[in-house]
């Protein structure tokens, strides 16, 4: 079969042929027909992701069909020759606070999804909710797990919390929004680009502003009538000490990234006064994946699809995530 594979830090991803894995006992082969890039990817490409083992197949979301089971496949699992996407999360483990030390992301070290055919274990292959195509069913994995999770295990987002989502553009920050605002929540947004705010908007955000506008934070607090339950943020850094002006009292800020580095100056007296919880989070259990499909498929969401490329031009796609403009996830179609 074809692979895309990264043979060392700081060089493209090259097409490769590699062997067709075989299922084992308890695994599901699946033909994948798309596959979704992030950050992640571009993250071990730059050699800026912990415990790098290469050569590897990147990619940790993927849409296909099931090809062919192993043996002792569970009674209940997806058919031959269903639709079905991946859980990316392997092996969680037992503790539904945190994830156990083994717990790995799929697509680094394990081969991920950048290829013709992947080989699980029956537990990661779901069923495809009919509503979606292979392209948008490839981009719901990790960000919508993402977004679930921090949005309602961790910060238990209700129907009619003000909610602010930051950097909407991505994927994860594009998904959170639309699950709070399916669950009823007042959804606001910020970005650094008028499209994006604008594109937000039509998929159910109240309003939102750039974050470089001049004191934005009182501006936004205006537009929206009052200061935000719950904050969801993934870029940490300086940005984040307006966060805490932007929460109500006793609100909750959570984070699942920090592209822009290390939480500098956060005055304990702004966090302690407003009573404020900031919680970390990141990807979710097998229990959020079920519950974050539920909800996807009940409210019939489709995530944002910025780009497809063909898997021949994974480096291009690649390059493209990287300049930071999409809106949506960059997708990747196989055969």
């Given at each position: 079969?074809?692979a895309l594979?990264?043979?060392?830090i700081n060089?493209?991803i090259?097409?490769?042929?590699?062997?067709t894995?075989?299922?084992?006992?308890g695994?599901?082969?699946?033909?994948l027909r798309a596959?979704?890039?992030?950050?992640?990817?571009v993250?071990i490409?730059?050699g800026k992701?912990a415990?790098i083992?290469l050569?590897?197949t990147?990619?940790s979301?993927?849409a296909?069909?099931?090809?062919?089971?192993?043996?002792?496949?569970?009674a209940?699992?997806?058919?031959?020759?269903?639709?079905?996407?991946?859980n990316?999360?392997?092996?969680?483990?037992d503790?539904?606070?945190a994830?156990?030390?083994d717990?790995?992301v799929?697509g680094?070290?394990?081969p991920?999804t950048f290829?013709?055919?992947?080989?699980?274990?029956?537990q990661?292959i779901?069923?495809l909710?009919?509503h979606?195509?292979f392209?948008q069913?490839?981009?719901?994995p990790?960000?919508?797990?993402?977004a679930y999770?921090?949005?309602?295990?961790?910060a238990?987002?209700q129907?009619?919390e003000?909610?602010?989502?930051?950097?909407v553009?991505?994927g994860?920050?594009l998904?959170?929004?639309?699950?709070?605002?399916?669950r009823g929540?007042?959804?606001?947004?910020?970005s650094?680009?008028?499209?994006k705010?604008a594109?937000?908007?039509?998929l159910?955000a109240?309003g939102?502003i750039?974050y470089?506008?001049e004191?934005?934070?009182?501006?936004?607090?205006?537009?929206?009538?009052g200061?935000?339950?719950?904050i969801?943020d993934?870029a940490g850094?300086?940005a984040f000490?307006?966060?805490l002006?932007?929460a109500?009292?006793?609100?909750?800020?959570?984070?699942?990234g920090?592209?822009?580095?290390?939480?500098p100056d956060?005055p304990p007296a702004?966090v302690f006064?407003?009573q404020?919880?900031i919680?970390?989070s990141?990807?979710?259990?097998?229990?959020?994946f079920?519950d974050m499909?539920?909800l996807?498929?009940?409210?019939?969401?489709v995530?944002?699809?910025?780009k497809?490329?063909?898997l021949?031009?994974g480096?291009?796609a690649l390059r493209h995530l990287?300049a930071?403009?999409?809106?949506?996830?960059?997708v990747?179609?196989?055969?």
């Amino acid at each position: 079969m074809q692979a895309l594979q990264l043979d060392a830090i700081n060089q493209p991803i090259a097409v490769r042929d590699v062997p067709t894995p075989t299922p084992a006992a308890g695994e599901i082969l699946v033909r994948l027909r798309a596959a979704a890039l992030n950050h992640r990817d571009v993250f071990i490409q730059q050699g800026k992701y912990a415990g790098i083992k290469l050569p590897c197949t990147l990619g940790s979301d993927g849409a296909g069909e099931v090809a062919a089971h192993g043996e002792n496949v569970p009674a209940d699992a997806p058919a031959v020759g269903a639709r079905v996407l991946i859980n990316p999360g392997l092996r969680w483990g037992d503790n539904p606070r945190a994830q156990a030390r083994d717990f790995v992301v799929l697509g680094m070290p394990d081969p991920g999804t950048f290829a013709e055919y992947i080989s699980l274990p029956a537990q990661y292959i779901r069923p495809l909710p009919a509503h979606l195509s292979f392209e948008q069913g490839a981009a719901l994995p990790l960000a919508g797990l993402t977004a679930y999770r921090a949005a309602f295990t961790r910060a238990q987002v209700q129907p009619g919390e003000r909610v602010l989502v930051t950097g909407v553009g991505g994927g994860v920050a594009l998904l959170a929004a639309q699950l709070c605002a399916a669950r009823g929540a007042e959804v606001w947004v910020t970005s650094s680009s008028d499209e994006k705010l604008a594109r937000a908007q039509q998929l159910g955000a109240r309003g939102g502003i750039s974050y470089h506008a001049e004191n934005w934070v009182k501006t936004l607090v205006q537009q929206a009538g009052g200061t935000f339950d719950v904050i969801i943020d993934s870029a940490g850094g300086a940005a984040f000490g307006p966060l805490l002006d932007a929460a109500a009292p006793g609100g909750r800020i959570v984070f699942f990234g920090g592209t822009l580095g290390n939480i500098p100056d956060v005055p304990p007296a702004k966090v302690f006064w407003k009573q404020l919880s900031i919680l970390g989070s990141t990807m979710g259990t097998g229990q959020d994946f079920e519950d974050m499909l539920a909800l996807v498929t009940e409210k019939g969401i489709v995530p944002g699809v910025d780009k497809v490329f063909p898997l021949a031009e994974g480096e291009a796609a690649l390059r493209h995530l990287a300049a930071g403009a999409q809106f949506g996830k960059v997708v990747l179609k196989i055969g």
